[in-house]
């Protein structure tokens, strides 16, 4: 079956760093995607990764290693407003699973 | 450029009344998702078009659950009857195989659904 796992939630203070998790199990691999939820709103696109390694984006960054089926999402120079629900979304054959989200909370 | 649009945002029904939400994607994208979440859970893959065929629809419980995506643009996802377990938020995703990003999806606002 298709797993895919990562924190349920997580805290980290402002202008801190944290990293947040993602093991997977997906029949095919196309891609790994990560997405940023505010509360009420819809999922944005932070970050794709198809190969091995770090994707530098500004202050988020994104690894992946495929052999161990694991990714992280880093977040540097942390900002209220980076309170939101992370969502690790695989692209398998053809179809996406999307974990349940890692709920971050920033507090001052 | 216009983003993904939904309507209606909000809707709240009784149980066993139909319900439909209507998609409008990113001009030019092929590919439409329509997803459920729940609360605290990420969203679940209801079904989707490619153009206007229905590539993977899986997920869809077809006993009360219908979608149509004519000329390949617009979409319109249906319940009929409901029941208090379809509420849920219905978002709606588009994407384009030739953005070079592997199929990033553009998600729309949602319709958050209410079965009473």
């Known amino acids: 079956g298709q797993n895919i796992d990562q924190p349920t939630e997580m805290t980290a203070t402002e202008g801190a760093i944290v990293q947040i998790n993602c093991t997977y199990q997906t029949s095919g691999f196309n891609g790994l995607f990560w997405y940023q939820q505010h509360a009420g709103e819809a999922p944005t696109f932070l970050s794709y990764?198809?190969?091995?390694g770090l994707e530098e984006k500004g202050r988020f960054s994104s690894f992946l290693s495929r052999s161990k089926g694991y990714s992280y999402l880093l977040l540097k120079e942390l900002q209220m407003k980076d309170s939101a629900s992370y969502l690790c979304?695989?692209?398998?054959?053809?179809?996406?699973?999307f974990g349940s989200g890692t709920k971050l909370n920033v507090k001052p | 450029e216009a983003g993904v649009v939904q309507s209606p945002r909000y809707k709240i029904i009784e149980k066993k009344q139909p319900v439909a939400f209507w998609c409008n994607p990113i001009s030019g994208h092929n590919t439409l998702y329509w997803y459920r979440q729940n609360l605290g859970q990420g969203p679940e893959l209801l079904i989707r078009y490619e153009n206007e065929e229905a590539v993977d629809d899986s997920q869809l419980p077809k006993d009360r659950f219908s979608a149509e995506r004519l000329k390949g643009v617009d979409s319109t996802l249906k319940i009929q009857p409901a029941e208090l377990g379809d509420s849920a938020v219905y978002l709606c995703?588009?994407?384009?195989?030739?953005?070079?990003?592997?199929?990033?999806?553009?998600f729309g606002p949602g319709t958050r659904l209410t079965v009473l």
């Open positions: 995703a588009s994407s384009s195989q030739l953005d070079g990003k592997g199929d990033e999806q553009f």
């Open positions: 990764n198809v190969l091995d």
């Open positions: 979304a695989v692209k398998g054959f053809n179809k996406f699973y």
